[in-house]
């Protein structure tokens, strides 16, 4: 069963970058859509990225269009989210997670999720 472990989160200052990585444990991790989402504390886990399969559809909550970038190294077994020009309110925790293919708006499509990493963004 495919198993998703993110890293590198952390605490930095208000326009600074990070990059965070998801690292997919078998081959099935190359035929599924991964999406990152984050929760803050107090409120609703949301979508915030997407990467189909294929690696040729991408998209992005409006609040990060412009700022952070998707993508992801086959090879490697692993997604990236770039996170630029961070605000305070991108803090939470950043999950990634799979579902067969295709990005879904629906957030119970993904049926694989790892165990997150805390991104904090403060002055």
């Known amino acids: 069963q495919l198993q998703l472990v993110e890293s590198g989160g952390g605490l930095v200052q208000p326009g600074e970058s990070l990059r965070l990585s998801c690292v997919g444990s078998?081959?099935?991790?190359?035929?599924?859509?991964i999406g990152w989402f984050r929760q803050a504390p107090g409120k609703e886990r949301e979508g915030v990225s997407c990467?189909?399969?294929?690696?040729?559809?991408?998209n992005y909550t409006d609040s990060v269009k412009g700022r952070f970038t998707i993508s992801r190294d086959i090879h490697k077994r692993t997604v990236y989210l770039q996170l630029n020009k961070l605000k305070l309110e991108d803090t939470g925790v950043y999950y990634c997670?799979?579902?067969?293919?295709?990005?879904?708006?629906?957030?119970?499509?993904?049926?694989?999720w790892g165990q997150g990493t805390q991104v904090t963004v403060s002055a």
């Open positions: 078998d081959l099935s991790f190359a035929v599924d859509a």
């Open positions: 997670a799979a579902k067969r293919l295709y990005c879904s708006s629906a957030i119970s499509d993904f049926d694989t």
């Open positions: 990467i189909s399969a294929s690696g040729n559809d991408t």
